[in-house]
């Protein structure tokens, strides 16, 4: 395993729009019991998947056949790899905007059991992405004395197409308003208002026990909704009535597991949830494709409306934001089908990216690539 860690800025160009890093996690102590390790990471970017039938092919009699493949992503994290040594290399180099007003968002893209909420959410001895953004988000403020801040924090579910505020002990369905003014809001949602990070991961534990989970075929407690936290960050310079208050924004995204519905012989409400499911993860492949489109012809039409998720991210996904995708894929053999489809998945969307930033004349190609995807998972929702 590579253990060099460079911290240079992952965002190389300005027009860079979607950093994919990849987090592998490793084999819990049951596992190690009956499968192997099917991950390897190399010089910090590089993924190497061992199939585990072909492996075993190759030893028996296949001389000379490649029993590897590899993917490469701007960054690639092994299990030597804290949250915080995941953080400072994605959210950590995007917080500092979110500071001066600007948008970002970082989503966890994943199956069940992968690494989502771990890297997200974390524990008290090794916090994640959101409590440590919230850390260094109250560090620089400290460090702008002129400036008076404000930062605020929401905490909301999306299942089965509905919202629910997560900060709340039993809340209703709340809806979703599109404001010409304030963008997308959504009515009745509580926010928080923070002094300090101490309290959030009490906050976001509390809340994390109000998600919705299901028992599956798949994995016991597995999550069948998307989180979202977001956290605002109000800016206005101290003794200056006129001075304009700046708004930067911060989105978290903890994704319900991204394997097929159809894989888990779930049936009635949990083949309903595995639908929306994929109806939300397949709306976000939708937006990024379009946004890709943007890229090389101007204007084209986002269809952010397709799914709650993407309404709700609509402004952390448009152009002048800064978006980040870590794909969480686990190490274990037995989950070898759920590891590869994460990593095409995560390679796709880092085609789009690189082509739009340095040429702008071969993105069609690779749209029609993406497109493939597109219509596959298609089939399988209208399969459901
Ligand atoms: P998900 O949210 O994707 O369903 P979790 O984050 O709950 O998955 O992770 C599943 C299990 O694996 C948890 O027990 C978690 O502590 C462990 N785990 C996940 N990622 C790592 C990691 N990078 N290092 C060590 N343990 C991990
Ligand atoms: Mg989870």
């Known amino acids: 395993m590579s253990k060099s860690i460079n911290f240079r800025p992952p965002f190389q160009s300005e027009t860079a729009t979607l950093l994919v890093a990849v987090r592998c996690r490793p084999l819990n102590a049951k596992e190690k019991l009956r499968f192997r390790d099917i991950l390897r990471v190399v010089d910090d970017k590089i ?66 059991g992968s690494g989502k909420t771990h890297t997200m959410v974390g524990t008290q001895d090794d916090p994640g992405l959101m409590v440590l953004s919230l850390r ?26 509905v919202i629910y505020d997560l900060l709340e002990r039993s809340s209703g369905h709340l809806e979703l308003r599109e404001d010409p003014e304030q963008g997308i809001t959504i009515a009745g949602l509580k926010k928080i208002q923070v002094n ?33 936290l977001e956290i605002v960050v109000k800016r206005k310079e101290k003794n200056n009535y006129n001075a304009p208050v700046l708004k930067g924004k911060l989105s978290l995204v903890d994704l319900a597991g991204s394997e097929r519905a159809s894989e888990t012989n779930n049936a009635g409400q949990k083949l309903r949830d595995g639908a929306n499911i994929n109806r939300s993860l397949l709306a976000l492949a939708n937006c990024i494709n379009a946004l890709g489109k943007q890229g090389k012809k101007g204007l084209s039409y986002v269809p952010y409306r397709n799914s709650k998720l993407t309404r709700l991210l609509k ?15 686990s190490s274990s ?52």
Do not use: W
């Open 47 to 112: 993924v190497v998947v061992l199939d585990p039938d072909i492996a075993k092919e190759y030893l028996d009699k296949v001389q000379g056949r490649s029993k590897e493949k590899q993917y490469a992503f701007d960054l690639a994290f092994d299990y030597t790899n804290s949250n915080e040594v995941v953080y400072q290399r994605t959210v950590g180099t995007l917080v500092p905007n979110v500071v001066k007003g600007f948008t970002s968002t970082i989503f966890a893209y994943g199956a069940t």
């Open 136 to 161: 260094d988000i109250f560090n620089r403020i400290q460090m702008e004395t002129e400036i008076d801040f404000e930062v605020t924090c929401s905490y909301l579910e999306v299942y089965n197409e």
């Open 196 to 228: 300090s990070a101490d309290r959030i991961l009490e906050l976001l534990e509390e809340g994390n026990s109000r998600r919705k989970t299901e028992s599956t075929d798949a994995n016991a407690t597995s999550s069948r909704s998307h989180a979202v």
């Open 315 to 329: 402004d952390g996904l448009s152009g002048n934001s800064r978006t980040a995708m870590i794909a969480t894929v």
């Open 333 to 384: 053999s037995d989950q070898y089908q759920h590891t590869t489809n994460t990593l095409k998945y995560a390679d796709r969307a880092k085609e789009i990216k690189t082509h739009i930033r340095t040429n702008v004349g071969t993105v069609e190609s690779h749209i029609s690539d993406y497109q493939k995807m597109i219509d596959g998972l298609q089939i399988e929702v209208q399969t459901l």
